[in-house]
């Protein structure tokens, strides 16, 4: 790694470092040391970060590279690297990119040929997937939603039946508004979870139901404050007569209105040869209906 040597004829590299989304000890020692080596830091702010650099003894020079003057500065930053300094490009919180300035900067320097070497930590969204107990295996970011109820729930209506975990960003000030509008649009039942405050110190994490879990936050005003990401689960195609066929469903009839319930998923199983336990929930939906 370079520090300033603007004769040198190899391309710096660009570092895209991931810094603390609250607790400062998630700080990493590789950023930290790669913080302190390069020439040039890119900050989102600089009035933020230089808080953050002063915290950790650092005093490398920073320059702002926000989302109103990334693609003009990008250039300044791109002569930076091309000239062969290193450069650190870091946002107000977490991940670059994520929800924050970077795109543009990161899309210059690849074009340019410029090593582009990303430092993970901190991210809201990879928190409070990691801690949610909603499926992981599979899962959509969707950043913030419109700030207007139209076109909020517009954007709900798009990813309703999306079978995927839905992630989502939301502003202290709309997350009343956002879980009413979720409730509204993909129903009260859908299991959800709103993770607030991540690894500070009124840091929360509650799952429940749309309908409870707004509920929740319409009481409580301290849930309407902080930083906040909103997780729900994935849809899931309703069980009803049309998961098995019609053969299989007059074979089920027949049976429950001989024996048990149990006993009859249990003999239609027998006779078609389809899963048990889906037969079950078949049986049971028939008989809530
Ligand atoms: N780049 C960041 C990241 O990696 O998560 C996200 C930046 S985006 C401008 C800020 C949003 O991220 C907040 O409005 C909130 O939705 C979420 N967020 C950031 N820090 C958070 C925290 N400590 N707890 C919960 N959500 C957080």
Same mark, same amino acid.
Do not use: W
């Given at each position: 790694m370079t520090a300033s040597s603007a004769s040198n004829s190899t391309?710096?590299?660009?570092? +895209?470092?991931?810094?603390?989304? *609250?607790?400062?000890?998630?700080?990493?020692?590789?950023?930290?040391?790669? %913080?302190? $080596? +390069?020439?040039?830091?890119? #900050?989102? $702010?600089?009035?933020?970060s230089l808080r953050l650099m002063q915290h950790f003894g650092l005093n490398t020079p920073l320059a702002a590279?926000?989302?109103?003057?990334? =693609? $003009?500065? *990008?250039?300044? &930053?791109? /002569?930076?690297?091309?000239? *062969? $300094?290193d450069v650190a490009?870091?946002?107000? @919180?977490?991940?670059?990119?994520i929800s924050d300035p970077g795109y543009h900067l990161v899309r210059q320097? =690849? #074009? @340019?040929? !410029? /090593? +582009?070497v990303p430092v993970p930590g901190p991210c809201a969204l990879i928190a409070a997937l990691s801690a949610a107990g909603l499926p992981s295996d599979r899962f959509i970011f969707e950043g913030f939603l419109p700030a207007k109820t139209a076109g909020r729930c517009a954007r709900l209506e798009q990813v309703r039946e999306e079978p =995927?975990?839905?992630? &989502?960003?939301? #502003?202290?000030h709309r997350i009343l508004e956002c879980? /009413?509008?979720?409730?509204?649009?993909?129903?009260g039942e859908r299991p959800a979870l709103l993770a607030r405050e991540l690894t500070k110190t009124f840091e929360t994490l509650k799952g429940l139901p749309l309908s409870e %879990? =707004? @509920? &929740?936050v319409e009481a409580d005003s301290n849930q309407q404050r902080g930083e906040c990401v909103v997780l729900v689960a994935g849809w899931t195609a309703p069980l009803s007569d049309e998961a098995v066929s019609g053969e299989v469903m007059r074979v089920l009839d027949l049976l429950l209105a001989e024996m048990p319930l149990k006993r009859a998923a249990a003999v239609a199983a027998e006779i078609t040869g389809v899963r048990k336990n889906?037969?079950? /929930? !078949?049986?049971l939906e028939k008989q809530k209906a």
């Open positions: 391309p710096g590299t660009l570092y +895209v470092v991931a810094t603390p989304i *609250g607790n400062l000890d998630d700080m990493s020692a590789r950023a930290l040391k790669i %913080l302190s $080596d +390069v020439a040039l830091i890119a #900050a989102e $702010d600089t009035r933020h590279c926000h989302e109103h003057n990334e =693609r $003009d500065e *990008g250039s300044r &930053f791109i /002569q930076r690297l091309l000239a *062969g $300094d490009l870091i946002s107000d @919180a977490g991940t670059p990119l320097a =690849r #074009a @340019a040929g !410029v /090593q +582009v =995927r975990t839905l992630i &989502f960003y939301e #502003a202290p879980l /009413q509008d979720m409730e509204k649009v993909f129903g %879990l =707004r @509920a &929740f889906l037969l079950y /929930q !078949v049986a």
